[in-house]
């Protein structure tokens, strides 16, 4: 009984039995070890197992009237609450047909009538503590997996906000940016989402991908937190040599990214696809783009997909030095660029979900001292 004493808990075995003599016997060997509950039919085991959760064994008669052992095996093993139970089957029958039935439906031994006490016990010990060393398994694994579970969150949520830390320094800059990043990021998403079965992009738009662009979209202007304000809150057009100076927002931005991974001394695999976003949004699908003139499917998808949602919010909203564009006409200059600016496949996918972009852009409009600012300029 060392082992079972170790484990500081008192079994409990449940002997079903239609002989009342057989019970006797059993409770008689376990008196001072186990708690015995007991049963005279199916009927009541069934009971007593689904409103007992602590039930450690069942030993069962199988020649029982109205409903024998088993099919009281059968009914245990298909109950959530009591398939893990292990059952010895108690019986006369020697044949090993019949002892194969009881194993396939799930018990774990048998013990042969006349009962012989030793027997009985060692077999009741043995499984007891089987199930005590397979309880403490699942347990064990059901905890490992809840822990992985919440590792996993907390290294999401340690993405997120790395993410938003991040792109919360560009917004500061540039006040006239209201909503934007918000809204290219559902743009991005729905735009992902709507593309996710073409075959060119399925490899790449998997679940945990679509996941991480959503999150990165907000980076894709970080880099013009080393744009001078003279150049980004110039209240005009810029001229050629400022703009030539805001190009380099992009390879900033990529490069304040891999700064903070190589201060950390790694390599941050959830950044990737940042840092293609910040670096090429910019490139077109003619090779007319910056910073490196890329063409056509040279162009890291996320940086395509980011490029038709960052133009589209462009158009529709108002900018110090110009009117916003109905979403029809963005849409119409979209539908202009394709094969030219945009990848064809993104604009036919930002065609087929224009509805939903009408209504990001309708649910996040920029705040009224946007607004009021763009009045003013004008006015003055």
């Avoid at 199930?131 to 822990?147: C, G, H, I, P, Y």
């Avoid at 920029?366 to 003055?380: A, G, H, M, P």
Wanted: hydrophobic share 40%; glycine share 4%.
């Amino acid at each position: 009984m060392n082992n079972l004493l170790a484990l500081n808990h008192i079994p409990t075995i449940l002997v079903t039995d239609d002989t009342p003599e057989n019970i006797t016997l059993v409770s008689a060997i376990f008196k001072d070890s186990f708690k015995v509950k007991a049963a005279t039919t199916g009927e009541k085991a069934l009971r007593i197992a689904r409103n007992d959760p602590f039930i450690d064994l069942i030993l069962l008669d199988i020649v029982m009237p109205n409903m024998d052992g088993y099919e009281v095996c059968k009914q245990l093993k298909a109950d959530e609450r009591t398939k893990n139970i292990p059952v010895i089957f108690l019986t006369s029958k020697t044949d090993l047909e019949d002892e194969k039935h009881g194993l396939d439906l799930g018990a774990v031994d048998y013990i042969f009538k006349p009962l012989s006490p030793p027997i009985i016990k060692a077999k009741v010990i043995t499984h007891i503590n089987l199930k005590s060393v397979t309880d403490f398994l699942r347990d064990e694994n059901a905890f490992l997996e809840q822990e992985v579970q919440r590792r996993t969150q907390e290294i999401q949520a340690i993405q997120e906000v790395s993410i938003l830390a991040l792109a919360s320094l560009a917004e500061t800059r540039d006040k006239d940016t209201g909503n934007h990043l918000r809204r290219t990021q559902l743009y991005v998403g729905a735009l992902a989402k709507a593309l996710k079965r073409n075959p060119r992009f399925q490899e790449f738009l998997t679940d945990s991908n679509i996941s991480l662009l959503f999150k990165s979209a907000p980076l894709h202007d970080i880099g013009k937190v080393g744009i001078p304000d003279r150049i980004l809150l110039k209240p005009d057009r810029l001229d050629k040599t400022e703009f030539e100076i805001m190009k380099t927002h992009s390879i900033q931005g990529r490069e304040a990214i891999e700064r903070a991974e190589n201060s950390l001394g790694i390599s941050m695999e959830f950044l990737n696809i940042a840092k293609d976003i910040v670096l090429y949004h910019h490139e077109k699908w003619d090779g007319s783009g910056y910073p490196e003139g890329l063409t056509e499917n040279e162009i890291p998808i996320p940086a395509r997909i980011m490029a038709l949602a960052d133009v589209y919010d462009a158009l529709i909203c108002h900018r110090v030095y110009k009117k916003p564009m109905s979403h029809e006409e963005a849409a119409s200059i979209i539908l202009e660029g394709r094969g030219v600016h945009f990848d064809p496949e993104i604009v036919d996918a930002f065609i087929r979900v224009q509805d939903e972009f009408r209504r990001i852009a309708n649910s996040y409009k920029d705040s009224e001292v946007t607004e009021e600012r763009l009045v003013n300029l004008e006015i003055s």
